[in-house]
T-cell receptor, first 113, second 114 residues
């Protein structure tokens, strides 16, 4: 069974602080996606990374795919209350002869003003 | 461009009843995915349809079933509802098996089983 472990599960910090969320697995993925979900809504795709070592930036968010394509991180600089939400990572690839998208359990992030 | 749409927004049923949830994908997308999300938790994969066929199925009992229509819209049916089926059911779509990892989600259907 392929697992994608996210940490931390919950994070509550003050506005202006920096934070990093991690997504780790023992499996190699062909791609990894990060989503953000707000209460009562569906997840919204933030970024897809496909190359080992790849770094993508989206304003104050920096996403990195591990060199071995087994892990990823999301770093938020100077967090703002609008960053509050559930952050989900998902790794994709052929597993057990079938394409699968494996989801992490999510990191619930609260940014306090 | 319209996003993924789902109906109904909310659905209240009692134990033993059947529920039918509907999803319309983004225009041009041929794949539809269904997920179950219990309160505030991660996504549990239910079903993947592409070009009218079931491509993959998650670890759910057979009373969870679905289908995809020729216009690529999809239905999720849940028979013999149980209390633990109460959850947000999310539908996502993608361009099909060529890019199944870039999924776009609808707002979900909140199913409550009493």
């Amino acid at each position: 069974t392929q697992l994608l472990e996210q940490s931390p599960q919950f994070l509550s910090i003050q506005e202006g602080e920096n934070l990093t969320v991690y997504c780790n697995s023992s499996s190699v993925f062909s791609s990894l996606q990060w989503y953000r979900q707000e209460p009562g809504e569906g997840p919204v795709l933030l970024v897809t990374v496909v190359t080992g070592g790849e770094v993508k930036k989206l304003k104050r968010l920096t996403f990195q795919f591990g060199d071995a394509r087994k892990d990823s991180s999301l770093h938020i600089t100077a967090a703002q209350p609008g960053d509050t939400g559930l952050y989900l990572c998902a790794g994709g690839g052929i597993m057990d002869s079938n394409y699968q998208l494996i989801w992490g359990a999510g990191t619930k992030l609260i940014i306090k003003p | 461009e319209a996003g993924v749409t789902q109906s109904p927004t909310h659905l209240i049923k009692t134990r033993g009843q059947q529920a039918t949830l509907r999803c319309s994908p983004i225009s041009g997308h041929t794949s539809v995915y269904w997920y179950q999300q219990a309160l505030g938790l991660g996504l549990q994969f239910l079903l993947w349809y592409d070009e009218g066929e079931e491509r993959n199925r998650g670890n759910f009992p057979p009373r969870f079933s679905g289908r995809q229509f020729p216009n690529y819209s999809s239905e999720l049916n849940v028979n013999a509802l149980e209390l633990e089926d109460s959850a947000l059911y999310l539908c996502a779509s993608s361009f099909g098996t060529s890019r199944p990892d870039t999924q776009y989600f609808g707002p979900g259907t909140r199913l409550t089983v009493l």
